[in-house]
């Protein structure tokens, strides 16, 4: 767990992948799906749920998380300064790891993300972390010269 004390509630989690994957479906009446989310992104631990469903969601669950992806990375640049250090510290905790990520989108998502404020991230230390983002990282970055260069590179420069 990268922050201690916060998991998602079953009840909002369910809530939430519902809200997503109905807000990619033509056939559903869109302004009740923006209420429903203006609704949701008013909650202080919203992003956090995006987060965990990109970073943890698995299986049939690609559109859920192409969603989250995408709400994630709106949320975070239109409303960086808005968003509770604590809830920062957890993204932040979640994402990195995906930085090598197979999938290009989640890939682009985290280094919009860790790019707002890298500095800071990179030399920060992250609750679960044995080590500072910045010598994970470049173990990584090490290990992907080695085997695949491409996708650590275009996670971290998108």
Same mark, same amino acid.
């Given at each position: 767990?990268?922050?201690?004390?916060?998991?998602?509630?079953?009840?909002?989690l369910?809530?939430?992948?519902?809200?997503?994957?109905?807000?990619?479906?033509?056939?559903?009446?869109q302004?009740?799906?923006?209420?429903?989310?203006?609704?949701?992104?008013?909650?202080?631990?919203?992003?956090?749920?995006?987060?965990?469903?990109?970073?943890?969601?698995?299986?049939?669950?690609?559109? /859920?998380?192409?969603?989250?992806?995408? !709400? =994630?990375?709106?949320? @975070?640049?239109?409303?960086?300064?808005?968003? *509770?250090?604590?809830?920062?510290?957890?993204?932040?905790?979640?994402?990195?790891?995906?930085?090598?990520?197979?999938?290009?989108?989640?890939?682009?998502?985290?280094?919009?993300?860790?790019?707002?404020?890298?500095?800071?991230?990179?030399?920060?230390?992250?609750?679960?972390?044995?080590?500072?983002? /910045?010598?994970?990282?470049?173990?990584? !970055? =090490?290990?992907?010269? @080695?085997?695949?260069?491409?996708?650590?590179l *275009?996670?971290?420069?998108?």
């Amino acid at each position: 767990m990268a922050i201690e004390g916060w998991q998602p509630q079953e009840d909002g989690l369910q809530e939430i992948c519902k809200l997503l994957e109905q807000y990619r479906l033509p056939i559903v009446d869109q302004s009740c799906i923006w209420q429903k989310h203006q609704r949701c992104s008013q909650l202080p631990d919203f992003n956090n749920y995006l987060a965990f469903i990109l970073c943890r969601a698995e299986g049939d669950v690609v559109n /859920i998380r192409q969603a989250a992806r995408l !709400l =994630l990375k709106n949320n @975070f640049k239109s409303s960086y300064h808005l968003i *509770q250090p604590a809830h920062l510290q957890y993204m932040k905790a979640e994402v990195v790891p995906c930085l090598g990520s197979l999938d290009f989108g989640i890939r682009t998502t985290v280094g919009t993300i860790i790019s707002k404020d890298l500095p800071k991230i990179l030399d920060s230390e992250v609750p679960g972390f044995a080590d500072r983002p /910045i010598a994970i990282f470049i173990l990584r !970055l =090490l290990q992907a010269l @080695f085997i695949n260069m491409g996708t650590y590179l *275009q996670g971290f420069f998108h």
